[in-house]
């Protein structure tokens, strides 16, 4: 993985931006090598490799939500494809107020 990437355990399925990423970017991903359709804000995530629905996030070898979409590899992971997976201790409510896991 290249700059301005970080892995940061060898499980994560995203690499995290050390810096802004702009648009156009390569990357060299274990697939080959991408360039980022759009800019990658400093802190920000992307797929390291493609990601299923319904998959887990992983960073820090740690489950940090699941994908509510296909995301292909080298795209953005944020809020718009991923919900979270806290685990039933720090459960967050869902857009209906029910609690998921965690207890009501």
Known sequence: ????FLLLH????????????PEGTKVELASGAIKLAGAIPLAH?????????GE?????GMPIGIATEDIPAGS?????????AYTPTYALDDANGL???GAQ
């Open 1 to 4: 993985m290249t700059a301005p």
């Open 99 to 101: 609690s998921e896991g």
């Open 45 to 53: 995530k992307i797929a390291c490799r493609d990601i299923a629905v």
């Open 10 to 21: 060898p499980n994560d399925n995203v690499l995290v931006a050390r810096t802004l990423a």
């Open 76 to 84: 953005h992971v944020h809020i718009h494809n991923i919900r979270s």
């Open 56 to 60: 887990r996030i992983l960073k820090y």
